[in-house]
């Protein structure tokens, strides 16, 4: 079971950006879809982004859409989330996850892996 660990979370002023990142470790990373996803403050984890094993297939929800672009790095076991032109209510606990199924992911519920999450402050 491949393990999960963010970084690169902080606060930052709206407009800002950030680059999320996320390395895997214990399993054989090129197999996996990838996904990040957020929780907000008081509120439900939601998906963000996913990709592909490949990176030929990215999907993001409307709401980071233009703003947010999911890459992975697989000879370096890393998945980005780079966040353009960030919003108050882009504030949350951002999280990556990994599993084999793209379907798995895109589910957001029972995936294979979970990171423990980076947070991500931004003031208006």
């Known amino acids: 079971q491949v393990q999960l660990q963010e970084s690169g979370g902080g606060l930052v002023q709206a407009g800002g950006s950030l680059r999320l990142s996320c390395v895997a470790s214990?399993?054989?990373?090129?197999?996996?879809?990838l996904g990040w996803f957020r929780q907000p403050p008081g509120k439900e984890r939601e998906m963000v982004a996913d990709?592909?094993?490949?990176?030929?297939?990215?999907f993001y929800v409307d709401s980071v859409t233009g703003r947010f672009l999911i890459s992975r790095d697989n000879a370096k076991n890393t998945v980005y989330l780079q966040m353009n032109s960030l919003k108050p209510e882009d504030t949350a606990v951002y999280y990556c996850?990994?599993?084999?199924?793209?379907?798995?992911?895109?589910?957001?519920?029972?995936?294979?892996?979970w990171g423990q999450g980076t947070q991500v402050t931004v003031s208006s």
């Open positions: 214990g399993g054989t990373f090129s197999t996996y879809a």
């Open positions: 996850a990994a599993d084999k199924s793209l379907l798995a992911i895109r589910g957001g519920g029972d995936v294979e892996s």
């Open positions: 990709i592909s094993w490949n990176g030929g297939m990215t």
